[in-house]
């Protein structure tokens, strides 16, 4: 089941980050923004945390922003990182989104290939710990 974040989820969604080694590890603060103001989900399987995504309208019916999308390693390939993305292209409603993924994430770039993201650009020792380049993904016709 897929719904929107709320404050009492920071805490697992930090958790379940720390797990991942691809996914940014941020502060309380930046994820208490993101469920406040942003726009994030999360999803459960069974009552257990299974994953979570966050996103940032950048312009109201225009421009988002995926900002992260982590799933539970137990859960991977099952699914839920595309319900997760579904829930939040649905949730937004801007015409592009963006994101950026550690060039290093193929399983991440595949996914968002065949969600009809396309590399658009490379920012150079974007990542950090370790250090590492983001490819630049862009999708524009969200409606599809």
Sequence with gaps: MIRRAVLGD?????????????????LEADYRALV??????????EGVLAG?????????????ELESIVVAKKYR???VGKALSDWLLH?????EVRLEVRESNAAARSMYRAMGFEDVGLRRGYYSQPVEDAILMLRTDVSR
Excluded: N, Y
Aim: proline letters at 4%.
């Design 10 to 26: 920071i805490e697992a969604m930090r958790e379940l980050a720390t797990e991942a080694k691809e996914a940014p590890h941020w």
């Design 36 to 45: 406040e103001v942003g726009v994030s989900g999360v999803a459960e399987i």
């Design 52 to 64: 979570f995504i966050c996103g940032r309208v950048l312009l109201p019916g225009l421009e988002a």
């Design 77 to 79: 390939r099952q699914g």
């Design 91 to 95: 949730a937004i409603a801007a015409k």
